[in-house]
């Protein structure tokens, strides 16, 4: 019974995988999360939001290494990311501008608006492609490890060895710091309080001389910063293709879901409970088990509950899951 | 101009586009773009009436197209009897066993007394019937993966002739339509569509990985058809005899039969369609769902059950969707996943349905045409397009090349904008409803 | 007569094709209470919105304090110092007491902490409570903060509509005492009410209304004491 090396395997392969990733998920639900509760529908151009934004940074990423500029161990993107920030912000407001706001005039139903953010979907994603194309891009930079692997084995004499990737480590610190933020702005700031007080009572808000475009404005800027952000992270983490953030949106829309549409903090909740499970449940635990049980109990598969190419199906079933027993998500949401 | 004469000045406009299609490039592409175009009809038919009947938002059209395709295989392809025999019954055992280990839980859930046993209950049965079910299920697969893998490594389908999966597809839809309706619908629009994102995701994947049902990447070839082959016409004496009389090319002629043939059975099976959903819509089943959309508050307060009738609605049309997927397959005699992609196309289907006209069947069956001519005929029209724009630049400019590359994302853009701009400005479209 | 503070004078119109209000006039002077009341569908509740600014009026005009203010928005009209507490969905259930508050100030931009220290003063179960979050509080608290909401404009006049609603008799009393402690303040009051008897009782002017029309128009005591009103309206 080796407890040590169990819970370095452990850690190393699925906790802090999860806990990145969830991270990444958390922030691209907070953006759904915030369209939802303020402009009352679920974008599903988010994913490609997150696209451009991360394209975005990437062309800064490498005019600023075409300069000879870097940030020594850090990817020299995070000093490309407001750039991206500031793009994909000016993009969403004259989108908002030239289609969204017609249909807050005309006060249609929230799911015209679906409809025609899948259009907005579209021409993102094409945008995207023609702008970069359609190949895979690495645009990590700087330091890649802050522990090896084999640093770590030889240093502590185990079998396992524990690899911290600084894109791991920037994801959490990251996330942190926007989470934090976030909620600071929501909570403290005269902008913010009337943005829940719109989100709360859109009649009684007006009532108050708040400002609905105003709120409408800082909604997709702070959207923008969220969804570049957390699209950054992810490329930084795996690679950027254009492709994959539209297949994001299944896990960071059950994300938002199941911690409650419109409740920042749910999003959050939401992001890690499905980066956990998607991981938990497509690991092959064999190598932990291994270590933990004795040889006549050892398994002989895999023991891996879904292949990884069910991942996605993993936030399917929580979503249906969330939508059978508690469409209102953990932290009572919008339902109807 | 009245509205009847105003819609055939439409079909019409839509039938001349073929025909300069057919002479200006050749007519078996002429043919070829009018089959798919008949089967772009029919799941526009079937998207329409999740929207215009019931304003339902189905993001995950391809999952059910994909659903009717896996049926043509299911029912058309050849048994594999070597694969049957040795692990055909396990994959079924393990498969009975899943479905009984939910159908408990059900029950469970259902019988008991809400509290901690009922949960704790719950999720001992669903872990354990897992378990159980991998035990038997991933033996019995792994035995028929292995056998023959390059040529079949599947369990097959049942031999039966092919045009009995067209309905077989919409069945199979229907069954998938009625698990996500029974989760997602009673809720709000959104969360249906999110759902119905998902189940596209899952079908697509099911069908990539599980090798057993119908091979995975490995893609089922040469399903049977229910038309004559190519080669078969050109050495049939009597049509050699009846192409030399109208002086025609054997090859081309045959090509071009062939595709004719098809024609003719999509047509057959779209008309049936329009007349069926036609006399449903102005049954009094039609009425009261038009009832409902038009004022779901009342419609419920006078005793309407509104989500059984949305049910309802998702199901046909999901299964209608089915039947294209099907009829699909049927016309590539041949069976692969990945083709279906599961955003382009059912984007696509709701730019037809939306510039066609939603809410009207004749209205979606031409938006169905219309764009899917579009969308084939503007990649050569945007390559010549780009290369007339891009002709003043030097001949090795990388922003040339960029360009001309990115043509192909142009057809993508161009049908985002049509979307939008039909959405904003003529969000009846083409052939409102009455 | 000098005229009124706050006055909507024979206004006629509704919220769509068919008139609900057809030459009704609602006045109150300066710092006194003025009560709407009428069977229902009397269009009560309409003519205080209409004075409010929220439907076209079709014929008549609102003044206030001498200036004529029917053209304007009900936003406009809160600049002026309009306030106006809706009878549903009139606090922001998710955010705290406090910041109910600070969202009733929004539009002013100097220091709002000796209006709010006025709010507690006059309702101090909302000093204990004003971390918490408005939904989580009893119908008559909530009422309270819907109140104190409105007041933290420094209004000229409260519009009320039906503050007493859904809420026990206690608690009842207990509201119209604080209404008229805001009065005392200098702040008019116009009140929409179905609890026609209690509500004249502390009513300087009344106004019946049947059939969007003034019907009996007096000072609270009078209309309570004519037995025409009592015979109809008050139950004998």
Redesign the interface.
């Known amino acids: 019974m080796d407890l040590v090396n169990a819970l370095v395997a452990f850690l190393n392969f699925v906790f802090i995988p999860a806990t990145a990733y969830g991270a990444q998920l958390a922030l691209g639900a907070l953006g759904v999360t915030l369209v ?1 509760g303020i402009l009352r ?2 974008n ?1 151009a988010h994913g490609d939001t997150m696209a451009f934004g991360t394209m975005v940074t990437i062309l800064a990423t490498w005019g600023l290494q075409a300069m000879g500029v870097s940030l020594g161990p850090l990817p020299t993107a995070l000093l490309a990311l407001p750039v991206g920030i500031a793009v994909t912000a000016a993009l969403l407001l004259a989108t908002d501008r030239a ?1 969204y706001r ?1 249909y807050r005039k005309v006060r249609a ?4 608006l ?3 953010s ?6 993102m ?3 995207v ?2 702008i970069i ?1 359609v190949d895979e891009y690495q645009f990590t930079d700087g330091a890649r490890f802050v522990i090896n692997a084999r640093d770590f084995r030889e240093a502590t004499g185990l079998a396992e060895g524990l690899a911290l990737r600084t894109t791991q480590v920037i994801t959490l610190v990251t996330a942190t710091a926007a989470v934090a933020a976030l909620f600071w702005f929501l909570g403290k700031t ?1 902008t913010g ?2 943005m ?2 719109y ?3 859109e ?8 400002n609905p475009e105003r709120v409408v404005r800082v909604t997709w800027i702070i959207t923008a910063a969220l969804a570049t952000t957390a699209g950054v992270l992810y490329g930084l983490d795996k690679s950027f293709k254009a492709f994959t953030y ?2 994001l ?2 896990p960071i ?2 994300s938002a ?1 199941v911690g409650g ?1 419109g409740r920042p903090l749910g999003a959050i909740a939401g992001g890690f409970i499905i980066a956990f499970s998607e991981v938990t449940i497509t690991y092959a635990w064999k190598k932990v088990l291994v270590y933990l049980l004795p040889e006549s109990l050892e398994p002989d ?1 895999l023991v891996q ?1 879904l ?1 990884t ?2 991942k ?2 993993v ?2 079933v929580i ?2 899951i969330v ?2 027993f508690k ?1 209102t998500g953990l932290f009572k949401g ?3 | 101009m009245n509205v009847p004469v105003r819609n055939l000045a439409l079909f019409g406009a839509m039938a001349v586009l073929f025909v300069i299609a057919g002479l200006v490039q050749s007519w078996n592409v002429a043919l070829t773009v009018l089959n798919m175009g008949l089967i772009s009809a029919v799941m526009a038919l079937g998207v329409n009436m999740q929207w215009g009947y019931a304003g339902l938002f189905n993001i995950g059209v391809m999952g059910f197209v994909a659903l009717g395709g896996l049926a043509a295989v299911l029912v058309s392809a050849p048994p594999v009897p070597e694969a049957w025999a040795a692990g055909g019954p396990r994959v079924i055992a393990g498969l009975a066993l899943g479905a009984a280990t939910i159908a408990a839980a059900i029950a469970w859930w259902k019988r008991m007394a809400p509290g901690r046993v009922r949960t704790v209950g719950l999720v001992v049965l669903l872990v354990g019937g897992f378990f159980l079910y991998r035990a038997v299920f991933d033996g019995g697969v792994q035995a028929v993966e292995a056998v023959n893998p390059a040529a079949t490594g599947y369990l097959g389908g049942l031999g039966l002739p092919v045009l009995l999966s067209w309905p077989v597809g919409g069945l199979l839809a229907a069954g998938g339509a009625w698990v996500i309706g029974k989760t997602a619908l009673g809720l709000r629009s959104d969360y249906l569509a999110i759902a119905t994102l998902g189940i596209a995701e899952i079908v697509i994947a099911l069908l990539k990985n599980e090798d057993w049902l119908a091979r995975g990447v490995k893609n089922v070839v040469g399903l049977p058809r229910p038309v004559p082959y190519e080669v078969d016409l050109q050495q049939s004496p009597e049509f050699l005899a009846r192409v030399a009389a109208l002086g025609l090319d054997p090859v081309t002629a045959s090509t071009v039969t062939v595709k004719l043939m098809y024609a003719g059975l999509f047509t057959v099976v779209l008309l049936g369609l329009i007349w069926l959903l036609q006399t449903a819509w102005n049954s009094p089943w039609g009425r009261m769902l038009r009832a409902i959309r038009d004022n779901e508050t009342a419609a419920a307060a006078m005793g309407k059950n509104v989500t059984a009738r949305h049910l309802q609605v998702f199901i046909l049309g999901s299964a209608i969707c089915g039947l294209a997927g099907a009829m699909m397959t049927t016309l590539d005699s041949q069976f692969v996943p990945t083709s279906y992609q599961p955003l382009r196309f059912t984007f696509l289907v709701w730019v037809m349905v939306i510039v066609g006209g939603s809410g009207n069947n004749w209205g979606a069956v031409l938006g169905g045409f219309l764009i899917w001519w579009l969308w084939v005929m503007v990649e050569p029209i945007g390559q010549a397009l780009m290369a007339a724009l891009t002709a003043g630049m030097a001949e090795d400019s990388a922003l040339r090349a960029h360009l001309i590359d990115s043509a192909a994302h142009m057809r993508l853009l161009t049908m985002g904008l049509v979307l939008l701009a039909v959405l904003r400005f003529s969000p009846r479209g083409l052939i409102p409803e009455r | 007569m000098a005229e009124p503070f706050l006055i909507g004078h024979e206004m006629t119109g509704g919220y769509g094709a068919a008139d609900i209000l057809h030459d009704c006039t609602i006045a109150v002077e300066k710092g006194q209470i003025a009560v709407i009341v009428g069977p229902n569908g009397a269009g009560k509740s309409t003519a205080m919105k209409a004075v409010f600014g929220m439907l076209h009026l079709r014929a008549g005009h609102v003044r206030l304090a001498g200036e004529d203010i029917t053209r304007l928005s009900p936003q406009d009209r809160v600049a002026r110092g309009m306030a106006f507490v809706p009878q549903n969905a009139n606090i922001f259930t998710s955010l705290s007491v406090e910041e109910n508050l600070e969202m009733g100030a929004f539009l002013r931009r100097d220091d709002i902490r000796p209006t709010m220290e006025q709010v507690y003063t006059l309702f101090p179960i909302l000093r204990d409570k004003r971390r918490q979050a408005a939904g989580e509080l009893s119908g008559g608290q909530r009422q309270q903060v819907a109140v104190g909401r409105a007041l933290m404009t420094e209004p000229s006049v409260l519009m009320l509509d039906e503050p007493t609603a859904g809420v026990s008799p206690i608690v009842m009393d207990e509201l119209f005492d604080r209404i008229i402690e805001v009065a005392r303040t200098g702040i008019s009051i116009l009140m929409v009410e179905q609890n026609a008897r209690q509500a004249l009782a502390i009513a300087d002017r009344g106004y019946v209304l049947v059939q969007g029309r003034n019907a009996f128009t007096g000072t609270g005591a009078e209309l309570l004491a004519d037995a025409e009103v009592r015979r109809t309206f008050l139950g004998g």
Not at chain 1, 109 to 112: E, G, L, S, T, W
């Open positions: 939802f529908f679920s599903f289609v017609f139903r929230p799911i015209i679906v409809i025609v899948m259009g907005v979907m579209f021409v994603n094409a945008l492609r023609f194309g005269r309080k009337s829940r007080a989100s709360d009572n009649d009684l808000a007006l009532l108050s001389g708040i539209f297949q949106l299944l829309f059950a879901i549409l598969g509950l292949s190419d069910y996605f199906a936030s399917f979503l249906v939508l059978l469409p919008a339902q109807t």
